[in-house]
């Protein structure tokens, strides 16, 4: 088990050097000028300079990305070109945001598409029609428009909940609550459509499965059948593409946010781009790939949990 | 899915191996209506858009101040947004930059996940195992972020950060493309076209590629839809298309302004979005069920089947009483499955007995309805299968009759049954320790101490030498033997007084078959249990049963004991089938006894006799009505009429060829 | 034996597969030859190698040592278009009738396409072809415009002996050609292979694991074990009077009226290596005759009495199978 992790641990480290390498990689390749973006046509030559040497551009590339990962690995990441505060710092505060949200979206996906896809897998017919209707609604509503919609409905017409706004958890349980049930839930959908006809797919190849027979003849209840032994036989597939909507999530969080003007990571990244403020988005993406290779080594350990040929390898 | 671009989506689109897109299959997929209207409603928006001059109502930057938020009239068939601009223009004006991008996104992913997943799944190796390691890589890259930077560095110009989106979807379409060319080339058919010295590029082209299209195209729609949903997304976020040009991302964006005053702005622009991805979603599922359907037939609806019989239909033969001494008692037994939209009996007034300690043998070849029988005694009809007619009592109790409950409680307590192929038939996920307890919890109420200990003796039973070491392994380390030794346990946890070997041995070595043959036999010696053993070998049954049963088409023709059958058997197919084997050559010279024509299916089963067409003896009285068994000396049933001739050893009258 | 020039010969071959970081043997010091018109049979179980045998001759898999050599020229070598050249003399038939034939193509353009590729053959001419030899299998000229799906298990391995055929080839391997065809079935696609064999005086590689179709179908025997040859004789001597204790394992656990079989496993529990060992005889682990020198020593092929060999330390020692064990008469009347 230890190999497992040691091993997960260690293919972590490329896909951390990859994304941070494409930033690096896209930021050589800036047509232009930063600094003249940054600071307009008119300022003078030594203001450029100042900001070249901020940027750290008046070193060769290699130089930089050898410089930004030296202090990457001390827990620098630099600073925003904005307002000079450390990234580290701003980036930490938007955290628990982003992780409330992206976590309790996959959590509410994770159960929910398992529940919605057993249930279906089971009972056929009607339920597998309209699960299949379901699946592509959640499909093809655009995450965003659903946001809107759902605010509309609950927030301003209703007045249940609060249209915008985070409330942290440390102010008022209720409160945070509140504030992150909206979100969550217009992240979630896409995701639990997913997560539920993968389930019943999934499900229902198990359950068609010979062993399923021999089961059912040597008179096992139909309950330890299916809740047992045919679920932990989909698990896998149902695993893997939780590690994959995850990384969905992560992106789609960038919309949500922005719907429902949360403080967190994904409307920080976009007001950073739009502000070119690059430290400011390559910290977030080195967060984000962070959070990912976090995901998959948690997915991994689980299949290890529920197929024993893995375990052993 | 939205803008959350989840790459299993593209993952999980296609079954590994698809036909080819054909005219054949472009015929198909036409003739379902979700593909017919997603198709007309996708070219209706790309026409639209082309010739978007001619068709708008108004240009979408002319702003109608006198008319802001209109709901839907005759000058604006959908209203105006909140500059007075006209919503349907500007829907239908957003809709080429939403095409465009993605043209440019689907584009890139094609032209180098293409080559890269061919090449990948076709030549293996080092190559291969390099892209894999990239595509993990690839999958975990959150695109949204990527794309982020993308247009933080590139600001003005949104066709690289659309390259840069076709680039980021290659990795999950590499995956699944390379997963169908692997399926592919492990067919034999690429091993034959090797052999027949096809050079590798043209057994790509020819042969690989056309099977892959399918895949190819479903994935094509999946990444158009989540482009759309992406961009649009982006759009929203003010990215892309600037104002005043129209997006159907920035006009959901102008829409949430005015959400207060007016939700119809919203509505159209999110519909607009939704409504395009729904069709190539549609389109998408569509291409893959015609694929799909192509290799296995139309996906069986599943509507109540009519009881209509396929076959015509025989008058029925006068059902007997079940025999109460018997410990299984089968009469005229009928299973029928569903296909296509008919009921199709595929065994037919079936009649036997087993008595407790027996061991009965029922041979057939395949698609004799064997298995369908043996099934049928515990109720474990796959595929829509159904007992239409007959009975079957165990012990006194009508089978067919038992509730939910009762069923459990019946199968693998009365009754046992061990299938084919042993590794496939234990839970992969769990111990053998763990399933043989399950077994036994079912069946009796146990500590688990007692239960495991008992687990050691079934073990034991089945001659499993280390039954505590093999308490703790998996299935999938188990040889095959030892598999369908753990298999033997289980059925036998419950004590059951019969036990079901449906071709026990068909998967196995013929030196591990001896052995299991010898471990059923020692098993009924010890502990008494009757045997009901179904193969298609002649010879494993002849080894260990006492009687046997022989099937054709449906039918029970022959039953006899089985030194008798094999001395002298007393039904023309019988004594066709076991001259037809290799093993009872006298004379080498000669070619082997064959059986002229084939098995009819189910759905042409003849009239009368079934064996008729292929039968030397036949004759007009074979067609006219359903043969009854007729008896014999000896404890011996036939289904023909000629039974007494054959037996007897005389010759056939009415002139037909003699043997 | 027979004193036409060897069309195929196999000396001394050795193949290795990658497995777990590992290189195993699959074949080992595996020696044999067919003349042409003669069929050879090559018996054994699962893991015997007899497949990595036949995919060596035909190129599919690389060779490790050893030398194949088809109408005096050497195959291992070969490579690309004297690769392609030997296809016209060696062909195969496959054992699954479902997945040997491109579902996708009609059944013409998978008979008609080696033909046109390799041979230049006009469309017409391959067309004609295929329609004759579909002819001369049984099946219908017709179905040269048919997909594969609409015939039956038994009419698929037809067309796959008509597609091994259309090249002319001289040797053909069967591997498994008939083991998942019912028994009925079997019996006329035996037939046939006989009579395609008299009339175009085909060599055989008859390969299978039931012992008694292999004795019907060949002149002579070659015994496999986990990848090492236990014996090889004329087809009646193995079958019936076998020397060797794996030979004689075989013979007795055919199931018939009246045999006991063994309750008791003599089977190594998985997990054990399954490649050929470098030294000793693979079969010694389950040998009831087995002695020291077994598993130290590889056995080399020995004369029996019969004009065949055995591979056995012990074979003066090992006694002839009881009359019980052999495989009886079937019928108690002659046919």
């Given amino acids: 088990m230890t190999r497992l992790v040691i091993r997960r641990l260690l293919l972590a480290i490329p896909l951390v050097f990859a994304v941070s390498f494409i930033t690096f990689v896209l930021v050589a390749l800036t047509p232009g000028n930063p600094a003249v973006d940054l600071l307009g046509t008119s300022a003078g030559k030594a203001a450029y300079a100042a900001v070249d040497r901020q940027l750290g551009f008046d070193h060769s590339i290699w130089v930089q990305y050898w410089h930004w990962l030296e202090h990457a690995v001390q827990g620098n990441l630099g600073v925003s070109l904005l307002n000079q505060e450390s990234v580290v710092t701003e980036l930490a505060q938007r955290l628990p945001v982003t992780l409330a949200l992206v976590i309790g979206a996959t959590l509410v996906a994770a159960i929910g598409g398992v529940a919605l896809g057993t249930l279906s897998a089971t009972h056929g017919g009607i339920a597998g029609r309209s699960t299949d209707v379901f699946a592509m609604l959640g499909f093809a509503i655009p995450t965003f428009w659903l946001g809107i919609v759902l605010v509309d409905l609950f927030a301003v017409h209703g007045h249940l909940l609060p249209a915008t706004g985070w409330v942290p958890l440390g102010q008022s349980l209720w409160g945070w609550i509140k504030s992150l049930l909206l979100p969550v839930v217009t992240l979630a959908a896409g995701g639990i459509t997913a997560v539920t006809k993968q389930t019943r797919d999934a499900m229902r190849e198990a359950l068609s499965r010979e062993f399923i027979d021999a089961l059912r003849a040597d008179g096992v209840p139909e309950w330890r059948v299916v809740y047992i032994h045919a679920l932990r036989n989909a698990a896998i597939p149902i695993l893997t593409l939780l590690g994959t909507i995850f990384v969905g999530l992560l992106g789609g969080a960038v919309i949500v946010e922005q719907v429902f003007t949360l403080p967190g990571l994904g409307s920080l990244a976009v007001s950073a781009t739009q502000a070119h403020d690059l430290p400011v988005v390559e910290g977030i993406a080195v967060y984000f790939a962070l959070g990912v290779v976090a995901v998959n080594l948690v997915v991994d350990l689980l299949y290890g949990w529920v197929n024993p040929k893995v375990r052993l390898t | 899915m939205s803008t959350v671009v989840s790459p299993d989506v593209i993952e999980r689109a296609t079954p590994p191996s698809a036909p080819p897109v054909t005219p054949r299959f472009l015929r198909r997929l036409i003739r379902r209506p979700s593909a017919a209207i997603s198709l007309g409603v996708l070219a209706l928006i790309v026409l639209a858009a082309i010739f978007a001059p001619l068709v708008a109502p108004d240009s979408p930057n002319y702003a109608d101040l006198a008319h802001p938020l209109a709901g839907p009239t005759l000058a604006h068939p959908l209203g105006t947004d909140q500059l007075g601009r006209d919503l349907l223009s500007r829907l239908i004006y957003g809709a080429r930059p939403a095409i465009v991008e993605t043209l440019e996104v689907v584009g890139t992913t094609l032209v180098l996940g293409l080559p890269i997943g061919l090449m990948s799944g076709f030549i293996g190796g080092w190559f291969d195992r390099m892209v894999m390691q990239v595509i993990d890589i690839g999958m975990a890259i959150p695109a949204m972020v990527v794309i982020l930077i993308v247009l933080s560095v590139f600001s003005n110009d949104f066709d690289i950060a659309m390259i840069a989106l076709g680039i980021l979807l290659v990795p999950p379409f590499v995956r699944n493309i390379r997963g169908a060319v692997v399926a592919v080339r492990g067919e034999l058919f690429v091993d034959a076209a090797r052999v027949a010295g096809l050079s590798p590029p043209r057994i790509v082209f020819r042969h690989v590629l056309p099977r892959v299209s399918g895949p190819v195209l479903v994935q094509a729609t999946l990444l158009s839809a989540i482009s759309v949903l992406f961009t649009s997304g982006l759009g929203y976020l003010g990215f892309g298309v600037q104002p005043p040009n129209p997006s159907w991302g920035t006009m959901v964006g102008n829409a949430q302004q005015v959400i207060n005053e007016s939700s119809w702005p919203l509505v159209a622009a999110g519909g607009i979005v939704g409504i395009t991805v729904l069709c190539l979603g549609l389109l998408g599922d569509a291409i893959r069920d015609v694929s799909v359907e192509s290799w296995t037939g139309p996906v069986a609806r599943s509507r109540r089947h009519s009881v209509a019989l396929a076959a015509p239909l025989d008058r029925e033969l006068a059902p007997r009483e079940p025999n109460a001494d018997a410990l299984l008692s089968v009469r005229g037994l009928r299973v029928a499955f569903p296909r296509q939209g008919r009921s199709v009996l595929v065994a037919q007034d079936v009649d036997f007995d087993i008595y407790p300690g027996e061991a009965v043998g029922l041979i057939g070849e395949s698609g004799c309805g064997k298995t369908s029988v043996a099934r049928a005694v515990i109720r474990l009809l796959r595929g829509g299968g159904e007992v239409v007619g007959g009975r079957i009592v165990v012990g006194g109790r009508d089978v067919l009759a038992l509730d939910a409950n009762e069923l459990r409680r019946f199968r693998g307590g009365e009754v046992g049954y061990i299938s084919q192929e042993p590794q496939i038939s234990l839970d992969p996920t769990f111990k053998v320790g763990a399933l043989l307890r399950e077994a036994i919890k079912c069946h009796s109420d146990m500590s688990r101490a007692a239960a495991r200990a008992r687990a050691v003796e079934l073990l034991e039973l089945v001659r499993l030498p280390e039954a505590k070491h093999v308490l703790a392994l998996y299935p999938h380390e188990l040889s095959g033997g030892m598999a369908q030794r753990v298999a033997l346990a289980r059925a036998l946890a419950g004590r059951p007084r019969l036990l079901i070997a449906d071709e026990p041995t068909t998967a196995l070595d013929v030196t591990l078959q001896s052995e299991i043959l010898g471990l059923l036999r020692s098993l009924q010696q010890e502990t008494g249990m009757a045997l009901l053993l179904v193969s298609h070998d002649c010879w494993v049954i002849s080894e260990l049963c006492q009687r046997v049963l022989v099937m054709y088409a449906g039918q029970v023709v022959e039953q006899a004991p089985v030194d008798a059958l094999f001395d002298r058997p007393a039904h023309p197919y019988s004594e066709r089938l076991l001259l037809s084997d290799p093993g009872s050559v006298t004379d080498d010279a000669q070619p082997l006894p064959t059986i002229p024509g084939t098995v009819p299916a189910p759905e042409d089963w003849p009239s009368g006799c079934h064996f008729r067409e292929r039968c030397d003896h036949a004759s007009a009285a074979c067609a006219a009505a359903p043969i009854p068994l007729a008896e014999l000396p000896g404890g011996r049933e036939s289904r023909c009429i000629f039974a007494h001739d054959l037996y007897d050893g005389h010759s056939t009258p009415s002139g037909c060829s003699t043997r | ?335």
């Fill in chain 3, 1 to 335: 034996m027979s004193t036409a020039p060897a069309l195929l010969e196999v000396h001394d071959l050795e193949v290795t597969y990658r497995a777990h970081r590992r290189e195993l043997a699959a074949v080992r010091g595996v020696s044999l030859s067919i003349a042409a018109g003669e069929t050879v049979g090559l018996v054994g179980e699962s893991g015997s190698g007899k497949t990595t045998i036949a995919r060596a001759i035909l190129g599919l898999v690389a060779v490790r040592s050893g030398s194949i050599s088809l109408a005096g020229r050497d195959l291992a070598g070969a490579r690309g278009a004297d690769r392609r050249e030997l296809s016209k003399i060696v062909q195969v038939v496959f054992q699954d009738p479902y997945s040997s034939l491109n579902p996708a193509l009609k059944i013409g353009a998978t008979l008609a396409e080696p033909l046109r590729a390799l041979h230049g053959k006009s469309a017409g001419e391959a067309r004609q072809r295929s329609r004759d030899l579909l002819e001369r299998v049984g099946i219908d000229a017709a179905a040269v415009d048919r997909y594969p799906a609409s015939f039956s298990g038994g009419q698929r391995q037809r067309v796959a002996i008509a597609r091994a055929l259309m090249p002319s080839p001289e040797l053909v391997l069967c591997d498994e050609a008939v083991s998942a065809l019912d028994l009925s079935v079997q019996a006329s696609v035996l037939n046939l292979l006989r009579s395609l064999q008299r009339e175009f005086n085909l060599g055989y590689l008859f390969i299978g694991h039931d012992l008694d179709v292999v004795r019907y179908m060949s002149s002579r025997i070659v015994v496999l074990y986990r990848g090492r040859v236990m014996e090889h004789g004329l087809a009646d001597a193995v079958a019936r009077r076998p020397c060797h204790p794996y030979t004689q394992a075989l013979v007795a656990a055919k199931p018939g009226r009246g045999k006991r079989s063994a309750a008791v496993s003599v089977t190594p529990p998985a997990g054990s290596d399954v490649s050929t060992p470098a030294i000793g005889c693979p079969f010694e682990p389950r040998c009831r005759y087995a002695i020291e020198r077994c598993a130290s020593e590889t056995p080399e092929l020995q004369a029996t009495g019969d004009g065949g060999a055995a591979a056995c330390h012990r074979l003066g020692d090992i006694p002839a199978l009881p009359a019980a064990l052999q495989t009886p008469p079937r019928r108690a009347k002659s046919a």
